[in-house]
């Protein structure tokens, strides 16, 4: 748990899907089983396990898009967004940049032209990007362009607890590190909050402060990245550790 303001708590949280069955049974797949956890205000929190261990369902559990078979999820702002691994595939290939960040604003009502315009190039050039990139489409922009765009357009309906969801494993590595200091920078610009899920031990350390430790659906280790680091507790994370070195 976090000593700081929570800005969203899981308590006792079991999650699956239900599964085909014959004669219309479908049995309950259990992914998450009894998963506590707080997100502090103005944290980043790393989650780290091997693939099919359940963080991307973890990930749609917290966003509403799974309803937990028991316990409680308690989010304490609005409008919780999502960065995603795969910046091209999260982006309308079919519309420029100013059409995908104009977008969200329109969801919001923002119906005025010049200030829907205003409120995205302050933000283009808060995530590092010049104005020539508007009217780019995304098959035109590298890949740390793509990713500063989503992260642009996650941040255009000012939210305060942010997903992101492996958002450098698909860069290489000058360009993650650019990407991981503009995410630290944002997160004190516009004191946000972070579940920054990775599988990667060495970006975790860089830019989290606490880490959760998830296997088989399971949290099994939990503490601040030094104390994790220098001294795990779970053979898992050991395991984990060992592997990233």
């Not at 506590?36 to 790393?46: A, K, L, M, P, W």
């Not at 967004?81 to 079919?94: H, K, R, T, V």
């Not at 991981?180 to 944002?186: A, F, P, S, V």
Request: charged share 25%.
């Amino acid at each position: 748990m976090t000593a700081k303001e929570p800005v969203l708590s899981l308590r006792n949280v079991t999650a699956g899907y239900r599964e085909g069955g014959l004669f219309g049974k479908r049995a309950f797949h259990e992914v998450l089983h009894d998963v506590s956890f707080d997100v502090g205000r103005n944290e980043i929190v790393g989650l780290v396990g091997e693939s099919g261990t359940g963080k991307s369902t973890l990930a749609r559990v917290i966003l509403g898009m799974l309803k937990p078979a028991r316990g409680e999820v308690t989010r304490r702002t609005e409008y919780p967004q999502m960065i995603f691994q795969d910046p091209y595939s999260s982006l309308n290939p079919a519309y420029p940049v100013a059409w995908i960040l104009e977008e969200p604003l329109r969801l919001d009502g923002v119906r005025d032209v010049p200030e829907r315009r205003r409120l995205v190039r302050e933000m283009l050039a808060r995530v590092g990007l010049p104005d020539e990139c508007l009217t780019a489409r995304p098959a035109e922009l590298s890949g740390g362009q793509r990713q500063r765009v989503c992260i642009a357009a996650a941040l255009l309906r000012r939210p305060k607890f942010l997903i992101a969801d492996e958002p450098v494993s698909a860069l290489d590595v000058t360009i993650q590190a650019q990407i991981l200091t503009l995410l630290k920078t944002l997160r004190d610009e516009f004191d946000l909050s972070f579940l920054f899920i990775s599988h990667d031990l060495n970006v975790v350390y860089q830019l989290c402060d606490r880490v959760l430790v998830m296997k088989q659906g399971r949290l099994v280790e939990e503490g601040t990245v030094a104390e994790v680091f220098a001294r795990p507790r779970h053979p898992y994370t050991r395991e984990l550790l060992a592997a990233a070195d």
